[in-house]
């Protein structure tokens, strides 16, 4: 349980979390982190009257996460940031062990936010069968403040065959009816997706469940089910699916299954699976249509459980969200690339021979017309290497447990690579790949006998 009157009370330690983090070689430049404390999940992703909101899981008192409230950021450019009032506080009955993830649906000019109010009972559970509520929440809001948190849903609403592991709603919309996704795990360990369906908003009623007909992991967190070029896409978290050598190497994975799907009937069919991301830090990714109808994808830049860790938590800050990126459908697949506001942050542009050696951590750069194997050092110790059709992301010894991530690739033809002081985004085939990771090598060196590279030093974003 965590209130504005207790968050107010402990402010002074706050500040001082702040001072702290403010000391970070590792800060960020270009990223939305939090000012200190623990972020996760973005949440309640929109653009109202004008404005983009981000909202994310934040424990804003401890760097390990605990009293998870929702954080918010403001901004109208992608470049300037503002950051408002922590949005929700776990204050209420039914939200007091957190005020989990969920979305912004926004009808009739107000936005209508759906989200998960975890509750521990007092006691020994196991917590998965028994000993929690997770309840479904509403609020009515201006993106800045609420009346009330209403209660839509709680556990005697969800099917019978459901474990006590039910959160993360998100809402679309489809002739007339609001269906709701939400992410679960049944009895029998096995990840679902329920779908309720609702026409006011606030009644909501079972519709269906959607779920492979194979073995795909024990539960679906973070949901997302939305339109792209007429095309339909079920994003979500499966946990519990096992590693392979070139597929789901994070501990969770975070992907999509196109899918056709008739809502009023009931009937659906499921694509193959397809991770969103093969680098270590990419989790829980939640999407919105803006007013330019881009479907605007950002991503927990983070792992849940990972065995690997961050240095900034000596600075009392961990985690930070990826950059907004642009969806787009290529041969039935999603493609990710960053929104043009990106391009706004460019300073510089530097040609980069192949040879030669740029020594700076934060920079955007770009290779075209890539036709053979290549190696390029991302850092002193960071190596990413393409050959016989396998991509690897080798991290060095400054990496705090990150290793080599994988992946198979047929052709690769371009790359787009934005670092920040301590993060890697690494665009493939126009976004049809993507490796994300934290980094915290010491020293720079962006370098590569086979590639030359077009290359920008960035800007920062700046937070009022
Ligand atoms: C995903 C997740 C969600 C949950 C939230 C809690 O990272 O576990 O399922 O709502 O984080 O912070």
Redesign the pocket.
């Known amino acids: 349980m965590l209130d504005k009157k207790i968050f107010e009370e402990n402010f002074a330690r706050f500040c001082k979390m702040k001072d702290r983090a403010k000391e970070d070689p590792n800060m960020l430049r270009f990223h939305i982190y939090p000012e200190a404390g623990w972020l996760?999940?973005p949440n309640g992703l929109c653009e109202y009257k004008g404005i983009y909101h981000i909202y994310y899981?934040y424990s804003p008192l401890d760097e390990n996460k605990s009293d998870?409230c929702w954080g918010h950021v403001s901004t109208v450019d992608f470049i300037n940031y503002k950051r408002e009032d922590i949005f929700i506080y776990p204050d209420a009955k039914f939200d007091k062990d957190?005020a989990?993830?969920g979305s912004a649906f926004i009808k009739d000019d107000r936005i209508n936010f759906f989200y998960?109010g975890?509750v521990k009972h007092d006691g020994e559970y196991d917590f998965i069968k028994e000993g929690r509520e997770h309840n479904t929440i509403k609020l009515a809001s201006d993106a800045y403040t609420y009346s009330e948190k209403k209660l839509i849903l709680d556990n005697d609403d969800y099917p019978k065959d459901m474990t006590k592991h039910v959160?993360?709603p998100k809402i679309y919309e489809k002739d007339g009816y609001n269906y709701m996704f939400i992410?679960a795990r049944s009895l029998e360990d096995k990840g679902l997706v329920l779908v309720y369906k609702s026409k006011d908003l606030d009644n909501f009623t079972y519709h269906m469940r959607i779920e492979t007909d194979y073995d795909f992991g024990y539960m679906r967190?973070?949901p997302d089910f939305f339109t792209v070029d007429s095309k339909d896409f079920l994003i979500l978290?499966p946990q519990g699916v096992e590693s392979e050598t070139y597929r789901y190497q994070n501990i969770y994975q975070a992907g999509y299954f196109p899918i056709e799907i008739d809502l009023s009937e009931k009937t659906y069919k499921l694509g193959n699976f397809k991770e969103l991301d093969y680098g270590f830090d990419f989790?829980?990714p939640q999407t919105f249509e803006d007013s330019k109808s881009r479907r605007i994808l950002i991503g927990?830049m983070g792992m849940?459980d990972a065995n690997y860790t961050n240095p900034t938590i000596d600075y009392k800050w961990q985690h930070c969200l990826t950059v907004p990126r642009s969806l787009s459908v290529k041969s039935g697949k999603l493609c990710q690339n960053p929104i043009s506001e990106m391009e706004n942050l460019r300073k510089d542009n530097i040609t980069l021979k192949r040879g030669e050696n740029y020594e700076d951590f934060v920079f955007e750069a770009l290779a075209k017309n890539i036709k053979d194997s290549f190696k390029i050092n991302l850092r002193s110790d960071v190596s990413l290497s393409y050959d016989d059709g396998i991509l690897r992301l080798n991290m060095g010894y400054s990496s705090f447990g990150r290793d080599t991530r994988q992946v198979k690739i047929n052709v690769i033809s371009d790359l787009r690579i934005y670092s920040d002081k301590s993060s890697l985004e690494i665009f493939i085939n126009e976004g049809e790949y993507v490796l994300t990771s934290r980094v915290y090598s010491e020293k720079a060196g962006f370098y590569s006998k086979d590639l030359d590279f077009d290359l920008y030093t960035l800007d920062s974003i700046g937070f009022i």
């Open positions: 996760n999940d899981q998870t957190g989990y993830s998960t975890n959160r993360d992410g967190e973070c978290c989790y829980a927990w849940p």
